[in-house]
């Protein structure tokens, strides 16, 4: 079956980065794209952008460029979010999401908390 | 892009029905058939119950509909049993080709 599991939660202080994974199974990896999306405390959601799993070509919504990163590790299935410069904004839960037409399987988000 | 509108809140008593609305405009819910609707209970990953605006994954039950009129979508939870208690969530492709996602809403089963 599908899966996407996630890296578990983080703790940061400001100006320090973060790398989430998100590992995927049970399907063709470069067949589907990877949406990354946020929710902040207590917010709703928030796209991020996605990123083409054949090309590796990423797309980054308006607010998620330049701090942001989507990469890929196709060799063991696995999408990667990388942040840096954190701020205390960024606290958290970022969701990997398959497919952007669909958003048809979600991994269980990682919390990334930053604070001194 | 702003997100689309939806109810903060919907609730009903098992057995009856509740709609929840998700309004954008005619660049994303309008003119796009790519409206899709999320189940989030908390500490669970969330959870595909519409796409491509009335489709139902695999498993998800028929008690769940979707539907489009214009620029705003509805998702309507037929039957409502305890476990239908959660946040949804709508959301749309955008004409540049991007996402936008409804502002939520929390269903109480009373």
């Known amino acids: 079956q599908v899966q996407l599991v996630q890296s578990g939660s983080e703790l940061k202080e400001p100006g320090a980065s973060v790398k989430i994974s998100c590992k995927t199974s049970?399907?063709?990896?470069?067949?589907?794209?990877m949406n990354w999306v946020r929710q902040a405390p207590g917010q709703g959601l928030e796209w991020m952008g996605w990123?083409?799993?054949?090309?590796?070509?990423?797309i980054y919504d308006q607010g998620f460029t330049g701090r942001f990163v989507f990469s890929l590790d196709t060799s063991v299935s696995t999408a990667y979010l990388q942040i840096s410069s954190l701020k205390p904004g960024d606290t958290a839960v970022y969701y990997c999401?398959?497919?952007?037409?669909?958003?048809?399987?979600w991994g269980q988000g990682t919390l990334v908390t930053v604070s001194s | 892009q702003s997100a689309l509108t939806q109810p903060p809140s919907a609730s009903g008593s098992p057995g009856q029905s509740v709609t929840i609305s998700c309004t954008g405009t005619?660049?994303?819910?309008?003119?796009?058939?790519?409206v899709s609707w999320s189940q989030h209970h908390p500490g669970n990953a969330p959870k595909l119950i519409i796409y491509?605006?009335?489709k139902r994954p695999s498993g998800v039950p028929d008690r769940f509909s979707g539907s489009k009129s214009g620029n705003t979508a509805s998702l309507t939870v037929s039957g409502l049993q305890a476990d239908d208690e959660a946040d949804y969530y709508c959301?749309?492709?955008?004409?540049?080709?991007?996402?936008?996602f409804g502002t939520g809403t929390k269903v109480t089963v009373l």
């Open positions: 005619s660049s994303d819910v309008g003119g796009q058939n790519y």
């Open positions: 990123i083409n799993t054949e090309t590796g070509n990423p």
């Open positions: 049970g399907y063709s990896f470069s067949t589907y794209g």
């Open positions: 959301s749309s492709l955008t004409a540049t080709n991007k996402v936008v």
């Open positions: 999401v398959r497919e952007p037409l669909r958003f048809d399987y």
């Open positions: 491509e605006v009335t």
